[in-house]
């Protein structure tokens, strides 16, 4: 699918809203920042959507993730400036810093044990517990197969 111009600036408000508000922005959000009609908007999303750029709810097509950001609740969160974003995954922790050049506080939920794990980005490095491990259970080549549930 091709993308246009315009769509890349979609892109780029998604981020900058998404950091600015400490969630996902709506269509009319993107919309009125970037004096466009909704429907203009919704078709960006739609193609951004088919290009792999985000992801959008198979459901209400509002935004679900826009890499390494996540709109829904995840046991992955970084705190940013005074709120906490989600992260789709424990990778997605690690860019929502490299991304935004913040030093930063993360959590994550251990899957098997419930345990909550604190790391943080201090000065561009990784301040860890010692041993920490990220497993991914599918290869990246897979990811796209099913998103929600990789």
Same mark, same amino acid.
């Given at each position: 699918?091709?993308?246009?111009?315009? %769509? +890349?600036?979609?892109?780029?408000?998604? +981020? #900058?809203?998404?950091?600015?508000?400490?969630?996902?922005?709506?269509?009319?959000?993107?919309?009125?920042?970037? %004096?466009?009609?909704?429907?203009?908007?919704?078709? #960006?999303?739609?193609?951004?959507?088919?290009?792999? *750029?985000?992801?959008?709810? =198979?459901?209400?097509? $509002?935004?679900?993730?826009? $890499? =390494?950001?996540?709109?829904?609740?995840?046991?992955?969160?970084?705190?940013?400036?005074? *709120?906490?974003? +989600?992260? $789709?995954? !424990?990778?997605?922790?690690? @860019?929502?810093? !490299?991304?935004?050049? %913040? !030093?930063?506080?993360?959590?994550?939920?251990? =899957?098997?044990?419930?345990?909550?794990?604190?790391?943080?980005?201090?000065? @561009?490095?990784?301040?860890?517990? *010692?041993?920490?491990?990220?497993?991914?259970?599918?290869?990246?080549?897979?990811?796209?197969?099913?998103?929600?549930?990789?």
């Amino acid at each position: 699918m091709e993308l246009y111009e315009s %769509d +890349y600036r979609v892109r780029t408000a998604i +981020y #900058a809203l998404w950091l600015d508000l400490g969630h996902a922005p709506t269509i009319a959000d993107l919309a009125t920042v970037l %004096d466009l009609t909704e429907s203009q908007t919704t078709d #960006a999303l739609e193609r951004l959507d088919s290009a792999h *750029h985000i992801f959008l709810d =198979p459901t209400t097509r $509002n935004l679900r993730m826009a $890499n =390494p950001l996540s709109a829904i609740e995840t046991d992955y969160r970084v705190k940013v400036d005074d *709120h906490w974003l +989600y992260a $789709n995954c !424990a990778w997605d922790t690690l @860019g929502i810093p !490299a991304m935004t050049g %913040d !030093a930063t506080q993360i959590e994550a939920i251990l =899957p098997l044990s419930d345990e909550i794990i604190q790391y943080e980005i201090k000065s @561009g490095q990784l301040i860890a517990p *010692h041993g920490l491990l990220v497993h991914f259970s599918l290869p990246v080549r897979q990811w796209y197969d099913d998103l929600i549930h990789t």
